[in-house]
Nanobody, 113 residues
Framework: VQLQASGGGLVQSGDSLILSCAASGIGTLKRMGWYRQPPGKQREWVASISDGGGTTHTADSVKGRLTIPRLSRKNTIYLEMNNLRPEDTAIYYC????????WGQGTLVTVSS
């Protein structure tokens, strides 16, 4: 299983950004999600989508601003990020669970004030 995340970059406070993560080496959509690790802090869960693609969950801390669209393409998920804040600055990691956790390489999002 390989996960390829992309879409990170430098943006200003209030901007929007969309991250994508393509999974290869799997036959069907598995439970996938996004985590992030702010500078100097531990990795934290952001959002996830069920293996059927019909259910999403989002951390309370980002609800209303960051979301996984339900209509993600097969084996590809996205993270829509709106009204970004400096505290959203982090390395964002894509995660897939199929009897074990798989991680992508991470994509850096930097939000300037």
């Amino acid at each position: 299983v390989q996960l390829q995340a992309s879409g990170g970059g430098l943006v200003q406070s209030g901007d929007s950004l969309i991250l994508s993560c393509a999974a290869s080496g799997i036959g069907t959509l598995k439970r996938m999600g996004w985590y992030r690790q702010p500078p100097g802090k531990q990795r934290e869960w952001v959002a996830s989508i069920s293996d059927g693609g019909g259910t999403t969950h989002t951390a309370d801390s980002v609800k209303g601003r960051l979301t996984i669209p339900r209509l993600s393409r097969k084996n590809t998920i996205y993270l829509e990020m709106n009204n970004l804040r400096p505290e959203d600055t982090a390395i964002y990691y894509c995660n897939l669970f199929d009897y074990q956790d798989y991680w992508g390489q991470g994509t850096l999002v930097t939000v300037s004030s």
